[in-house]
């Protein structure tokens, strides 16, 4: 079997069909944190400098988390399970669920999932759907995991997507670096699912476009 990897023109950013999504910006994942995430620092600093930059050319931003309500673990006397509240990592409430701050501005959309993958596990299709988008821009965390499956899913449904290469980091696992696991996944995704960019070249391509209406 040869090799076949996905070879395309550049996609189409325009802001009237394309959105900047942030999956995951969440305290719980980064340096030390519940999940460790040694990059998400500038992971973080460089997704929010590519909102900034969409959002003054008229573009819209979906910001996802995966987050829990005690609700989400009834027992069976239809009350939430108190050792599941008093325990699991990413309840409400706790700032591992929390978005980092600054990232998340009045006009963008929040979103929720229960799972690694905002399209096996939220609604982000039917957004997508109802306001046209079909192109993604994203960054998040981590790269292997949630921002991985989603955008394996978004590409999978038609969607076009490009992963901001510098808006996401990994964690390591089972002796692969972080940053070994963050470059795996992102080769990985450009073999057959989509295409990369900097932020500062996505950044740039923002400031140079038309603004549109939101």
């Given amino acids: 079997m040869g090799n076949n990897p996905r070879v395309e023109e550049p996609y189409d950013l325009s802001p009237d069909h394309t959105v900047l999504l942030g999956v995951d910006f969440q305290q719980g994942f980064g340096d030390g944190a519940w999940e460790h995430t040694p990059d998400a620092p500038e992971a973080v600093a460089n997704f929010q400098k590519a909102a900034a930059g969409w959002r003054s050319a008229g573009g819209r931003v979906v910001m996802c988390r995966e987050i829990y309500y005690p609700s989400d673990y009834p027992g069976p006397d239809g009350e939430p399970i108190a050792e599941v509240v008093a325990h699991h990592p990413l309840m409400a409430g706790r700032d591992n669920a929390e978005f980092y701050p600054g990232l998340v501005e009045p006009e963008d959309l929040v979103i929720r999932k229960t799972g690694f ?12 759907d109802e306001h046209g988008w079909d192109t993604v821009v994203m960054g998040g965390l981590t790269t292997p995991i949630c921002v991985g499956t989603t955008s394996d899913g ?20 089972d002796g692969v670096s ?8 992102l080769a990985r995704f450009r073999y057959q699912f989509g295409q990369t960019m900097t932020t500062e070249r996505f950044s740039e391509y923002a400031a140079g476009v038309p603004s549109v209406s939101q």
């Fill in 154 to 173: 978004l590409s999978m449904a038609g969607i076009k997507v490009v992963i901001l290469e510098d808006a996401c980091a990994s964690q390591p696992f």
């Fill in 117 to 128: 993958s905002a399209v096996a596990n939220g609604n982000l299709l039917e957004v997508l």
């Fill in 178 to 185: 972080a940053q070994d696991a963050h470059a795996y996944a």
